[in-house]
């Protein structure tokens, strides 16, 4: 296999794009966005291809999200700011998810294993979204000081459908829970199961056959969902203004999983938690990806400046001692003015989605 960071080919059909940083669970970078929008907007008009398929190489995972050693690096040099290093990558990365949530052909995406972060971004969009027994998926941000971006808002904020809304996607952010293959399809993060081992074969059928066909020739029925067993007090808890309800009512719970989601999510950054649920009521409702994506990189541009997203990715990546020491240190210690400039419009450089 090359030793390229993302393979693009076009077989049979097929525009064919493989994540190829196995080692780093297929981690994305500035090149790698790039260049799978580089080819993206070649197939759009390419009667060539029929259909596009997402893939990462190894076992461990389709992508472990964004490089955050670069954010780190970028964040704790005090160069922050939409041009800065990662403000420029973010919004190409942001356009990215935007065309993949709109593209005009079939795009199949296989979310084995582990799905994280910017991996979402590259998959919770898609048209054609599949699911294995290693699949999981979530978004991490809150634990390193950070805010859930590349439309993850825009997923978590609707993960009731478009009939009504549940709090399953506020409890995932607030807590960074990980989310089964069951539970992705309950949550509409994913659509379709298809055990690991058929993965292969599926891939082959789609040379010849429609996507609708041939993932039907090997998708079964997913296995239950654990968050949706818990619908019931994860809605009443979470069903609040403010993070400090939130937290009050886990507590409150007769049901121990309530009691230990009041502890994860008091262990993530008091800062990122509030500007995360104000950030998740507003995407409720506004009315597109593209415009929930202009907010998240407002979200995403001002933590480059914050003490939390240094300490965050010091405390769980680099020096891995899992004890990050927040600023402000509590909720209640959280003002306004810690708040807004999250929201701050951005002038001349905002994202202009849409």
Same mark, same amino acid.
């Given at each position: &296999?090359?030793?390229?960071?993302?393979?693009?080919?076009? %077989?049979?059909?097929?525009?064919?794009?493989?994540?190829?940083?196995?080692?780093?669970? *297929?981690?994305?970078?500035?090149?790698?966005?790039?260049?799978? /929008?580089?080819?993206?907007?070649?197939?759009? !008009? =390419? =009667?060539?291809?029929?259909?596009?398929?997402?893939?990462?190489?190894?076992?461990?995972?389709?992508?472990?999200?964004?490089?955050?050693?670069?954010?780190?690096?970028?964040?704790?040099?005090?160069?922050?700011?939409?041009?800065?290093?990662?403000?420029?990558?973010?919004?190409?990365?942001?356009?990215? *998810?935007?065309?993949?949530?709109?593209?005009?052909?079939?795009?199949?995406?296989?979310? !084995?294993?582990?799905? &994280?972060?910017?991996?979402?971004?590259?998959?919770?969009?898609?048209?054609?979204?599949?699911?294995?027994? %290693?699949?999981?998926?979530?978004?991490?941000?809150?634990?390193?000081?950070?805010?859930?971006?590349?439309?993850?808002?825009?997923?978590?904020?609707?993960?009731?459908?478009?009939?009504?809304?549940?709090?399953?996607?506020?409890?995932?952010?607030?807590?960074?829970?990980? &989310?089964?293959?069951?539970?992705?399809?309950?949550?509409?993060?994913?659509?379709?199961?298809?055990?690991?081992?058929?993965?292969?074969?599926?891939?082959?059928?789609?040379?010849?056959?429609?996507?609708?066909?041939?993932?039907?020739?090997?998708?079964?029925?997913?296995?239950?969902?654990?968050?949706?067993? @818990?619908?019931?007090?994860?809605?009443?808890?979470? *069903?609040?203004?403010?993070?400090?309800?939130?937290?009050?009512? /886990?507590?409150?719970?007769?049901?121990?999983?309530? %009691? @230990?989601?009041?502890?994860?999510?008091?262990?993530?950054?008091?800062?990122?938690?509030?500007?995360? /649920?104000?950030?998740?009521?507003?995407?409720?409702?506004?009315?597109?990806?593209?415009?929930?994506?202009? @907010?998240?990189?407002?979200?995403?541009?001002?933590?480059?400046?914050?003490?939390?997203?240094?300490?965050?990715?010091?405390?769980?990546?680099?020096?891995?001692? %899992?004890?990050? @020491?927040?600023?402000?240190?509590?909720?209640?210690?959280?003002?306004?003015?810690?708040?807004?400039?999250?929201?701050?419009?951005?002038?001349?450089?905002?994202? *202009?989605?849409?």
């Amino acid at each position: &296999m090359s030793d390229a960071e993302v393979l693009i080919e076009t %077989r049979d059909g097929l525009g064919l794009i493989t994540l190829n940083r196995p080692k780093a669970i *297929n981690a994305l970078n500035h090149p790698m966005a790039l260049a799978i /929008l580089a080819a993206l907007r070649a197939w759009a !008009d =390419d =009667d060539a291809v029929r259909t596009v398929v997402v893939t990462g190489a190894g076992e461990r995972g389709l992508c472990a999200g964004g490089d955050i050693v670069a954010i780190h690096n970028d964040a704790k040099s005090g160069v922050g700011g939409a041009h800065s290093p990662s403000g420029e990558f973010w919004r190409d990365e942001y356009i990215l *998810n935007a065309l993949i949530g709109g593209y005009p052909k079939p795009y199949v995406v296989v979310m !084995d294993g582990i799905v &994280m972060g910017g991996g979402v971004g590259l998959s919770g969009h898609g048209s054609h979204r599949i699911v294995t027994e %290693r699949s999981k998926v979530g978004m991490p941000e809150t634990g390193i000081g950070f805010v859930p971006d590349v439309g993850g808002t825009y997923l978590l904020a609707r993960t009731g459908g478009p009939d009504g809304h549940n709090e399953i996607g506020t409890h995932v952010a607030l807590t960074t829970a990980r &989310m089964s293959a069951g539970d992705a399809i309950a949550a509409g993060f994913a659509d379709y199961f298809v055990p690991a081992e058929h993965i292969p074969a599926l891939i082959e059928a789609l040379a010849t056959t429609e996507p609708d066909i041939a993932i039907a020739k090997f998708a079964t029925t997913a296995p239950a969902s654990d968050l949706v067993a @818990q619908q019931d007090w994860i809605d009443a808890c979470y *069903n609040a203004d403010t993070v400090e309800e939130i937290v009050a009512r /886990l507590r409150a719970h007769e049901n121990p999983a309530a %009691r @230990q989601a009041a502890a994860d999510v008091l262990s993530k950054s008091p800062v990122a938690l509030k500007v995360t /649920l104000r950030a998740l009521r507003a995407a409720r409702e506004l009315p597109t990806l593209e415009a929930v994506l202009n @907010q998240e990189y407002r979200t995403s541009v001002a933590a480059l400046r914050t003490h939390d997203l240094v300490e965050g990715i010091r405390a769980q990546v680099i020096d891995k001692d %899992r004890n990050p @020491q927040w600023s402000p240190r509590t909720l209640a210690d959280v003002t306004e003015s810690d708040i807004a400039p999250y929201f701050a419009d951005l002038g001349p450089d905002e994202l *202009n989605l849409g």
